[in-house]
């Protein structure tokens, strides 16, 4: 199956349903690995939602009596999990039809894909029947990336770009100036400048650990504004060009001369509570971590920083795209209570629920433009407002690569085959960063995993 080049315009996506049988051998692995999750006979009146365990989320649980007294017939049972193996347990539910849950934490990548193969409710028509709800008040960028054929299949718990966040008080007593649109040059010298082992401070803290949403994500922009491929035009797999050498290498080697310790093993999770614990003097990660290390409550640094683009290479911009989304497999019983939880969590009140309850920092981002008209989000938000926004205004294909691919995506390939190829990929490029290997064999085994993806594409798809 061979795919037009993305363009400006609208991205020539995929069409995802010829591509169901790569899902359903992926589901296949995952359920003999991770079993079911929620007993088959659950309760008319419980749903079993699946989420990842991120910050903002355990603070949706937090808030359950909100919706309980909304709600007072449906009970919520949640299944929380880290990221990867979320990813896992959700995929081999959903793709194999296997019913454990009614409603699912999912993203951008999966959306499209999951909803042209029938795998999960068309939400539009329920949106559009709720009052006051306001599809039209979601980011554009990130209301096209959950919608097929123009309606909206899942819908944001938060969106997310990536920025460069920094310790501005400690740039300023270094005396240094961070660029306004930083190269990662400028970025490996200052983090190596600002570096000190010895008091376990890191210079910079990047993704390290092994999973296609952990180290390939903030890496893909990397590889991409480097000129780096996965895939080029032709479906010729990519990972040994020299452009994805030069970008692998490139983070690697910042890591290892100013990263942080057991870089291998840390993820999202593990670079919010270094950074917020004081322990980096940058970050480049996802716009979201702003709900946790701007709160006074959890971060020794709130109030401490500014925020930068993305650092470039040889692009115009260099972020992503992504959002954590909430859906509603075909296999549900409780269709009309699912949407009730989902637009509870999803609405414009429950943005307002969090701040007054919990504090305005911790407030999902990305997902509304009406959040950043509130005031006292507004006035909590200033450094990072505005950043936030830009780059996920600015997360394009045609400003963030330098050479045309036939995919959709950013910090990610969306194709079927990329949830084992991505992962497999991650696993070479954490065994570098942890020196098991170099760079070099770990990118020439990645380019033997990609190179049979590529023909099945190539060939016409399965």
Same mark, same amino acid.
């Given at each position: 199956? *061979?795919?037009?080049?993305?363009?400006?315009?609208?991205?020539?996506?995929?069409?995802?349903?010829?591509?169901?049988?790569?899902?359903?051998?992926?589901?296949?692995?995952?359920?003999?690995?991770?079993?079911?999750?929620?007993?088959?006979?659950?309760?008319?009146?419980?749903?079993?939602?699946?989420?990842?365990?991120?910050?903002?989320? *355990?603070?949706?649980?937090?808030?359950?009596?909100?919706?309980?007294?909304?709600?007072?017939?449906?009970?919520?049972?949640?299944?929380?999990?880290?990221?990867?193996?979320?990813?896992?347990? /959700?995929?081999?539910?959903?793709?194999?039809?296997?019913?454990?849950?009614?409603?699912?934490?999912?993203?951008? #990548?999966?959306?499209?894909?999951?909803?042209?193969?029938?795998?999960?409710?068309?939400?539009?028509?329920?949106?559009?029947?709720?009052?006051?709800?306001?599809?039209?008040?979601?980011?554009?960028?990130?209301?096209?990336? $959950?919608?097929?054929?123009?309606?909206?299949?899942?819908?944001?718990?938060?969106?997310?770009?990536?920025?460069?966040?920094?310790?501005?008080?400690?740039?300023?007593?270094?005396?240094?100036?961070?660029?306004?649109?930083?190269?990662?040059?400028?970025?490996?010298?200052? =983090?190596?400048?600002?570096?000190?082992?010895?008091?376990?401070?890191?210079?910079?803290?990047?993704?390290?650990?092994?999973?296609?949403?952990?180290?390939?994500?903030? $890496?893909?922009?990397?590889?991409?504004?480097?000129?780096?491929?996965?895939?080029?035009?032709?479906?010729?797999? *990519?990972?040994?060009?020299?452009?994805?050498?030069?970008?692998?290498?490139?983070?690697?080697?910042?890591?290892?001369?100013?990263?942080?310790?057991?870089?291998?093993?840390?993820?999202?999770?593990?670079?919010?509570?270094? #950074?917020?614990?004081?322990?980096?003097?940058?970050?480049?990660?996802?716009?979201?971590?702003?709900?946790?290390?701007?709160?006074?409550?959890?971060?020794?640094?709130?109030?401490?920083?500014?925020?930068?683009?993305?650092?470039?290479?040889?692009?115009?911009?260099?972020?992503?795209?992504?959002?954590?989304?909430?859906?509603?497999?075909?296999?549900?019983?409780?269709?009309?209570?699912?949407?009730?939880?989902?637009?509870?969590?999803?609405?414009?009140?429950?943005?307002?629920?969090?701040?007054?309850?919990?504090?305005?920092?911790?407030?999902?981002?990305?997902?509304?433009?009406?959040?950043?008209? /509130?005031?006292? #989000?507004?006035?909590?938000?200033?450094?990072?407002?505005?950043?936030?926004?830009?780059?996920?205004?600015?997360?394009?294909?045609?400003?963030?690569?330098?050479?045309?691919?036939?995919?959709?995506?950013?910090?990610?390939?969306?194709?079927?085959?990329?949830?084992?190829?991505?992962?497999?990929?991650?696993?070479?490029?954490?065994?570098?960063?942890?020196?098991?290997?170099?760079?070099?064999? =770990?990118?020439?085994?990645?380019?033997?995993?990609?190179?049979?993806? =590529?023909?099945?594409?190539?060939?016409?798809?399965?």
């Amino acid at each position: 199956m *061979k795919f037009p080049p993305f363009s400006a315009a609208k991205a020539h996506r995929p069409r995802p349903g010829k591509k169901a049988a790569g899902w359903l051998a992926l589901a296949a692995a995952a359920t003999l690995a991770l079993g079911g999750c929620a007993p088959a006979g659950a309760a008319q009146d419980t749903l079993v939602v699946a989420i990842v365990a991120n910050p903002q989320m *355990k603070d949706a649980i937090s808030l359950q009596d909100d919706f309980k007294a909304k709600h007072p017939n449906v009970n919520v049972k949640f299944v929380t999990l880290p990221e990867n193996e979320a990813r896992a347990k /959700i995929t081999a539910s959903v793709a194999t039809g296997g019913g454990e849950f009614d409603v699912v934490m999912i993203s951008n #990548y999966e959306t499209e894909m999951w909803a042209a193969n029938g795998w999960i409710e068309n939400l539009q028509p329920l949106a559009d029947a709720t009052d006051g709800y306001d599809t039209g008040d979601f980011i554009p960028t990130i209301k096209d990336a $959950l919608s097929y054929q123009g309606d909206m299949y899942s819908v944001p718990f938060y969106g997310e770009s990536s920025f460069l966040v920094y310790r501005e008080d400690l740039f300023k007593e270094a005396g240094i100036t961070m660029p306004a649109h930083p190269t990662w040059d400028e970025i490996g010298a200052i =983090a190596r400048q600002l570096n000190n082992p010895e008091d376990d401070f890191a210079g910079i803290c990047l993704r390290g650990l092994a999973g296609w949403g952990e180290v390939m994500a903030p $890496l893909d922009t990397v590889i991409n504004t480097y000129g780096g491929q996965w895939f080029d035009s032709d479906w010729n797999a *990519k990972l040994d060009s020299p452009e994805v050498k030069a970008a692998v290498t490139d983070y690697v080697d910042l890591l290892h001369d100013a990263g942080q310790p057991g870089a291998a093993t840390s993820g999202y999770g593990d670079c919010i509570t270094r #950074y917020s614990q004081g322990k980096a003097a940058m970050w480049y990660d996802a716009t979201a971590m702003v709900s946790s290390i701007e709160d006074p409550a959890s971060s020794l640094v709130a109030g401490k920083s500014q925020y930068a683009p993305a650092p470039v290479e040889k692009t115009e911009s260099a972020g992503w795209l992504y959002s954590w989304s909430l859906a509603i497999p075909t296999t549900t019983k409780h269709k009309d209570a699912a949407w009730d939880f989902i637009s509870w969590m999803t609405n414009k009140d429950y943005i307002k629920l969090v701040g007054n309850k919990i504090g305005w920092e911790r407030v999902p981002p990305g997902s509304r433009q009406s959040t950043y008209e /509130i005031p006292e #989000y507004a006035a909590v938000a200033e450094a990072y407002a505005k950043p936030t926004l830009d780059a996920m205004y600015s997360a394009k294909q045609a400003t963030s690569m330098v050479n045309p691919v036939p995919y959709p995506g950013l910090q990610f390939v969306a194709i079927p085959e990329f949830q084992d190829l991505g992962t497999r990929v991650s696993q070479q490029v954490s065994a570098a960063i942890a020196g098991q290997k170099s760079v070099d064999d =770990a990118l020439k085994q990645a380019q033997q995993y990609a190179e049979p993806v =590529a023909k099945s594409y190539q060939e016409g798809g399965k």
